[in-house]
C-alpha cells in the first residue's frame, strides 16, 4: 500500500520536476556555465575562468549599480511593506470610506508597471507634462526642472513611482489579520487594552511571519526591477539610477559580452538568495509553542 501511495507521488510529481527543470533549472545553470566563458554575439563560447567576475568588480559602474539596488531593496522592504501594513491596521478598524479607500488604493497597482513609468514621465515632462502646466497656472516663471534628467532627483523621483504603491502587501495582511481568532482581541478588551495596545502586543507578533513573506517578495522585486527603470530613465543620468538588471543589459545588448552579462546574471541570483536567507532569519519563529501558550510571540 506505501509502495504504490509512493509510486502514485512521483509519477504525479515527476511533469512538475521536468517543466521546473526545463523552464528554469537548465537556463540557470547555462548562465552560471557561460559566465565563465567569453562569450559573444560572434563567438562560440570559450572558457576564461573568473575573468568575467574580476572584469565587472573592477568596473565602478557595475558598483554603483550593486550600491543602487541594495539601497531600492531597503526602501522598498521597509518603507513600502510598512506602509502596506500600516493601511491595513487602518482598514481593518473600517474607518468612514473605508471601502472607497481600499478600491483607490488598489488601483494603481493595477495598472502595469511599464505603463506607470510611460504616465510619471510624461506627468514630469518639461515642456507638456502637468507640472509644466501647474508651473504656468502658478505664475511661476522658473523654468520646470527636467526631474528624470537631473541626477539630482532622478533617483528619488524613479522611487516614487512605487514605493507607495504597496496594496498587494495590504491586501496580504488584511487577509491574516482577519483570520486571527476574535476571542484574543475580546479578551485583551476586557482587561482593558486600546486598540493600538492591542496592535502592537497582538497584531503584529502574530504577523511576523506574514510581514517577512512580504519583505521577501518586496526585495527580491527590487533585486530584478527593470521595466520602470528602463522606460523613465534607462539607467541614467550618468548612472543615478543604475541597478543590476539595467547594467546586465547594457551588458548583453549594447556591448553584446554575454558571458559578462551572465556573470552579473549570477551575481544577482546569489544576491536575491542572499536577501531571501536572510530575511528568513530575521523573521525566524519558533516552531514550537509552550503549553502555556508563551512560545507563540
Known sequence: MV???RFWITLFILPCMALFAFIYAAPIITVIVTSFTKYTAFETPSFIGLSNFKTIFSDNDFLISIKNTVIWVLLQSSFHVGLGLAVALTMRRRPKGWKLLRTAYLIPNIVPTAATGVMFTLLFNPSFGVVSDLYTRLGISSPVPNLFGNSGYAFWIVTATWIFYSAFNTIIFLSEINAIDRQIYEAASIDGATPWQMDLYITLPLLKNVIGTCVVLASVAMVSQFD??????????????????IYLYKTAMLENNYGKANAVGVIQIILGISLVLLIRWLFRTRDKINGDGSGLL
Open 228 to 245: 520602470i527603470i528602463y522606460v523613465t530613465t534607462k539607467g541614467g543620468p550618468g548612472t543615478a539610477t543604475l541597478n543590476l538588471p
Open 3 to 5: 509502495r504504490n501511495k
